[in-house]
């Protein structure tokens, strides 16, 4: 089964760019990095050449030897079976990190080459390039930023009617409750399987829930490898902590982090490094607190007061060890972690749409909160996170009353539905909501 990613559109965008420069492909691990370069080769050029610095350690010394891209594509072409024709190759760096003088090559392909299209990536590119302190050419490459699949892209495989359905709407007016639960049971399939490829070709080949978990499961021991591989000997230990605290932080009433959740007695400046190998490596997502919803919301950031969240909610899911029937159980009531799921699973949708920006959260005691708050062109809009349809709470009246914002999001299981400002929309609809505001 092949599964359409939405980045391959932008990087059709990329392809025909005037001013195009190489692009690097940066995400977590095992979220199709690889595939979805060379899927785009095969689509969109005539021809792709891929070089894995990983597996062909020789392909080293054509970039030690030479700085200029001519010379370079020559020799390259003696590696790969395909010729290497600007306008018509696509020429694939793959595990770049592996190849410090090929990372730096991006800079005069940009300079003296530009019309070569070059693609990289690697695992953990941005935790190998400040272990290794390597450099990498500011202004001269495009930087995108991939993550697992979407709900969007999960139901479009799944059932394409629906998507097709969900696609077409261009108004907040209540759903025919058939076509509303029947996108609750393909989100809460999403929630078990997560966005990792392997393990969503697990679930939509309906190969039992079994197979989704082993899959998730051999991802979670791979990123414990990659801990010792990539981290320093003494941030080991601390990741790991940190890594396998996220249920237990998440669980709280209050998500906001505690570094006594992680260990007993522990300092921020002791597992700061820990929270930066994490987020580098694509693995989690650090939401600060604001002060105060304005413009610009960085600038009312409180670096002391953040949540983190998984990168994907199947990985949270089974890092939590919560059994996928429960999830996939309608009525299951499983505490706290339900609204923890449903927290973890629209911040992924909103990650796309906001453009590599991170969303804050406002919570400016313990009797309010608002899960997420998002720019949405030049206007603020808090975001509130229901899970099911348990609505009751007063964070999102407190804030209104505060600050009134001219529109508002709930997320929940309950109808589409606007009212005065305020948008209801089922948390399945998340990567759709700018079409209702």
């Given at each position: ?22 692009l ?5 691990r ?38 200029s ?102 108004e907040?007016?209540n ?22 490829p ?13 197979e ?9 021991d ?46 921020a ?8 190998w994490?987020?580098?490596a ?16 960085s ?24 059994p ?17 799921m ?38 603020i ?41 305020l ?15």
């Amino acid at each position: 089964m092949e599964i359409r990613r939405n980045i391959v559109d932008r990087l059709k965008a990329w392809k025909e760019s005037d001013n195009r420069k190489p692009l690097l492909l940066k995400g977590a691990r095992q979220i199709g990095k690889t595939w979805v370069m060379e899927t785009f080769g095969r689509e969109c050029f005539d021809y792709c050449a891929k070089f894995d610095f990983d597996r062909q350690e020789e392909l080293k010394s054509v970039f030690r030897q030479s700085k200029s891209p001519e010379r370079i594509v020559k020799e390259l072409a003696l590696y790969c079976d395909v010729p290497i024709i600007a306008g018509k190759t696509l020429i694939v760096f793959d595990e770049i990190q592996e190849c410090e003088e090929a990372l730096n090559s991006l800079k005069y392909f940009c300079e003296d080459a530009p019309q070569y299209h070059i693609i990289a990536a690697g695992s953990l590119l941005g935790v190998a390039v400040k272990r290794r302190k390597m450099t990498v050419p500011v202004g001269k490459v495009r930087i995108e930023r991939m993550y697992p699949i979407s709900f969007s892209e999960f139901l479009k495989a799944s059932n394409s009617q629906l998507w097709d359905y969900a696609e077409e709407l261009t108004e907040a007016v209540n759903l025919p409750e058939i076509i509303l639960n029947k996108l609750k049971t393909e989100y809460r399939r999403y929630l078990v399987s997560g966005g990792m490829p392997e393990a969503v070709k697990c679930m939509l080949e309906n190969k039992g829930m079994a197979e989704v978990d082993k899959t998730l499961q051999d991802i979670l021991d791979l990123y414990e490898l990659d801990f010792a591989k990539y981290a320093d000997a003494r941030d080991i230990p601390r990741i790991h902590a940190v890594w396998h605290s996220l249920p237990s932080q998440l669980a709280k009433e209050n998500r906001k982090f505690i570094f006594k959740v992680v260990k007993p007695g522990a300092r921020a400046k002791d597992y700061e490094d820990a929270l930066m190998w994490l987020e580098d490596a694509g693995m989690i997502y650090r939401i600060y607190n604001i002060s105060k919803p304005a413009l610009p919301l960085s600038a009312y950031a409180d670096v002391s007061a953040f949540k983190i969240y998984a990168c994907d909610c199947g990985l949270l899911r089974r890092l939590a060890n919560l059994p996928a029937t429960v999830v996939m159980d309608n009525a299951a009531n499983y505490t706290e972690f339900k609204g923890s799921m449903a927290e973890n699973a629209v911040l992924q949708s909103l990650m796309p749409a906001q453009e590599n920006a991170l969303p804050f959260y406002w919570s400016p005691d313990s009797r309010a909160e608002i899960e997420f708050v998002i720019q949405h062109e030049d206007k603020i809009i808090p975001v509130e996170v229901k899970a099911e349809n348990c609505i009751s709470g007063r964070s999102l009246s407190v804030y209104n009353e505060k600050y009134h914002p001219e529109r508002r999001i709930r997320f929940s299981s309950l109808n589409l539905q606007k009212n005065e400002g305020l948008l209801s929309c089922p948390a399945p609809l998340a990567e759709w909501y700018n079409k209702f505001l």
